[in-house]
């Protein structure tokens, strides 16, 4: 196993993994790691908006930037799971490819960031999905999940799906993508029972809640900046470092 890389996935799509990812990124350069980051497949990214893509902004952060090409083998136009996307495209998605070029990011680094597309059912060949691209590269998994109502049974689906295909899960981080549930005060009680019954029910710690950003919308390079300062961020950075040095 390759203790110096870890995948981050999602509960389901649009729960913060790049904006998570991101300050997650900062927060380990800021303590000394030197980062890499991995985005095997991305779909919706035009040719002439690649700048509007997670994998721009993601490279964006690190110094030199590395080509797009690295960091994401396969860069799909249209905002389908990336085996529809492929198929539109005439493309199959190489799995030992990934693999491949993961391996010759790590040697880069001294840890290495692994974002996925959607959650781990999303299916990538005829036959493979997220999980099974998750088992092959053989690296922990860190869930990002989120505080509004449904995120319990998401989060606990997710970590039965992991232990059952024998994924060692590192963590989970509870992030707020959205203003609208932290508004009323039946809302905050809702989130907090959320975020109780995630930690007593989930067998690796919990990180969060990283409350929602408006910086992250208008500004998306500086929020992740401000957000790398949240100490569950930092905390979460900290627990990652230190498990990568026990185990290797």
């Not at 609208?180 to 690796?204: H, R």
Request: hydrophobic share 40%.
């Amino acid at each position: 196993m390759l203790n110096s890389a870890i995948f981050i996935t999602g509960t389901d799509t649009n729960v913060g993994k790049t904006t998570m990812t991101g300050a997650l990124l900062l927060a380990l350069q800021q303590q000394g790691q030197s980062v890499g980051m991995f985005k095997p497949v991305e779909t919706g990214v035009a040719a002439e908006h690649r700048e509007q893509s997670d994998t721009e902004r993601m490279r964006l952060l690190l110094s030199p930037p590395p080509s797009f090409d690295s960091v994401c083998l396969y860069a799909f136009p249209q905002p389908l799971a990336p085996l529809a996307a492929a198929r539109a495209t005439g493309t199959t998605i190489d799995l030992s490819l990934i693999r491949s070029q993961m391996d010759k990011l790590a040697q880069q680094h001294s840890f290495l960031l692994i974002e996925g597309a959607g959650g781990l059912f999303t299916p990538l060949t005829p036959t493979d999905t997220i999980r099974d691209c998750i088992k092959l590269l053989d690296v922990p998994c860190l869930i990002v999940g989120r505080t509004s109502l449904g995120g319990i049974n998401h989060c606990l689906l997710t970590m039965e799906a992991l232990q059952h295909a024998g994924i060692p899960l590192s963590g989970i981080i509870l992030n707020e993508p959205s203003s609208q549930y932290s508004k009323t005060s039946m809302g905050q009680q809702q989130q907090q029972s959320t975020i109780e019954l995630i930690q007593e029910w989930s067998s690796v710690p919990v990180f969060g809640p990283i409350g929602f950003s408006q910086t992250v919308g208008r500004n998306w390079q500086e929020g992740v900046k401000q957000l790398a300062e949240d100490s569950e961020i930092q905390r979460l950075a900290t627990h990652l470092s230190e498990r990568g040095t026990e185990i290797a």
